[in-house]
């Protein structure tokens, strides 16, 4: 079964620093591209950053670049995102989100077959 | 970036009435190899979200055929033939062409 845990959320101060985690299973980790995508409270779903299988590719949203950093370790079978100068507008749940492969027999990564439950973060002070 | 507009916003449904949502794209989703690059999700209430379409028409695994996805280039629907309790939520879609990816409003279905 295909699963993936946030954690390392929590409340911040604002600038302060934080780092998620994803912990992956019953996958081979190594062969999926990972995303992150985050919900502000009672708001919509923003994409924040995505990580290709073995990490040569990496892109981020606009609104975090340059103070979020993704990262995985295959040999861990996890995903990072750390996070610094951290503002109240990116209080969220951050969810990890596993890349497809194939959709109807046909090779396409630009959505996500299998989500996190979501880990929390407050910035606040 | 590639901005997503969902319409409507709200849509009340009687169980086992049809619903449909529109989505468009602000450039072309169409790729050369013929595909839409666009995708819908359903975040029922409290959950995390889940794929219901890829690919614009190809319903995820366990996805009842009541779902359908349809449409090319910037203009998609989805659409449920005979709503039933459990598909109440919020569904978003999002264009998988290029990073950022990005997400419509979400509409959010509600049994009247």
């Known amino acids: 079964e295909v699963q993936l845990v946030e954690s390392g959320g929590g409340l911040v101060n604002p600038g302060g620093s934080l780092r998620l985690s994803c912990a992956a299973s019953?996958?081979?980790?190594?062969?999926?591209?990972i995303h992150w995508v985050r919900q502000a409270p009672g708001k919509g779903l923003e994409w924040v950053s995505l990580i290709s299988s073995r990490g040569g590719h990496i892109y981020y949203a606009d609104s975090v670049k340059g103070r979020f950093t993704i990262s995985r370790d295959n040999a861990r079978n996890s995903l990072y995102l750390q996070m610094s100068s951290l503002r109240a507008e990116d209080t969220a749940v951050y969810y990890c989100a596993r890349g497809g492969q194939y959709c109807g027999g046909d090779c396409y990564s630009g959505y996500f077959d299998y989500w996190g439950q979501g880990t929390l973060v407050t910035v606040s002070s | 970036d590639i901005v997503m507009t969902q319409s409507p916003l709200s849509l009340p449904v009687t169980p086992g009435e049809p619903a449909s949502i529109s989505c468009r794209s602000s450039?072309?989703?169409?790729?050369?190899?013929?595909?839409?690059?666009m995708d819908w999700y359903l975040q029922k209430p409290g959950q995390s979200p889940q794929l219901v379409i890829c690919l614009g028409s190809i319903r995820a695994s366990g996805v009842p055929d009541r779902f359908s996805g349809g449409g090319s280039a910037t203009d998609f629907t989805l659409k449920i033939s005979r709503v039933e309790a459990e598909d109440v939520g919020v569904y978003y879609c999002m264009q998988g062409l290029q990073a950022p990816y990005t997400f419509g409003q979400g509409t959010k279905l509600e049994i009247k």
């Open positions: 019953g996958f081979t980790f190594s062969e999926y591209s």
């Open positions: 450039q072309s989703l169409l790729h050369s190899n013929g595909n839409n690059y």
